[in-house]
């Protein structure tokens, strides 16, 4: 998880926009940023067949993700921060992922048993986090792959598949099996998303473990 603790270096391209929109209601900057990530989805699947699509469909996820951004940081300069403002949050950000990691995974780029495993990996990894909360642990941030890093790398990667294929090396060839960039990334999710997952399940746990040694030693001196 390498961006996600680096969010702060991303204020000054928060701060003001966040300021000059104060009297917007942050759900509305949510809800657009869930409208771009279904566009993205859909500009992903359909770039198999029309390549000249993945740089739009490029953009459309780093709006989204500067939506998603830009909603948390408005509700706090307006003192709106608010538990159903958190929860939709959430809701929307597991739908915006997969809009985007969906579609690629149903489309002709990447091979539909890896993308199942990304999606899976990335569903987990956001579930290990939020479920650390809801039984009373701390929210889990920590990981190899955090949802920042996926936003990023849904940019990067289909750009960078565009011009692989406008210089005509839209695959690589490894060991005899023909792989695309976008599959690549996809590889990618797959392994560290449920690496990731692991990795909370287990942090979480040994905070519980943690928990209930000092919640017994503190009843013990009573």
Excluded at 20 to 35: K, M
Aim: proline share 2%; net charge neutral.
């Amino acid at each position: 998880m390498v961006l996600d603790k680096h969010r702060k270096d991303a204020e000054f391209t928060l701060a003001p926009v966040a300021r000059r929109f104060i009297n917007v209601n942050p759900n509305t900057i949510s809800w657009l940023g869930l409208i771009m990530a279904a566009v993205s989805g859909v500009l992903l699947y359909m770039s198999w067949a029309h390549h000249w699509l993945l740089v739009p469909a490029a953009i459309a996820v780093i709006i989204s993700g500067y939506f998603d951004a830009l909603d948390g940081k408005i509700a706090k300069l307006a003192g709106k921060c608010s538990v159903k403002g958190d929860y939709l949050d959430h809701v929307f950000d597991r739908y915006a992922d997969m809009f985007m990691i969906a579609a690629i995974a149903v489309s002709g780029w990447c091979n539909t048993y890896i993308g199942l495993l990304a999606v899976i990996g990335v569903l987990l990894t956001s579930y290990m986090g939020t479920q650390a909360q809801a039984i009373g642990a701390k929210r889990l941030y920590d990981g190899l792959l955090g949802r920042a890093d996926r936003v990023v790398l849904c940019f990067l990667f289909p750009i960078i598949e565009a011009i692989a294929c406008a210089l005509g090396y839209g695959t690589l060839d490894i060991s005899g099996y023909s792989l695309s960039w976008m599959e690549i990334m996809m590889i990618y999710f797959a392994v560290l998303g449920n690496l990731t997952a692991i990795q909370r399940g287990i942090i979480t746990w040994r905070n519980l473990t943690e928990a209930e040694k000092t919640s017994s030693e503190e009843e013990k001196k009573e």
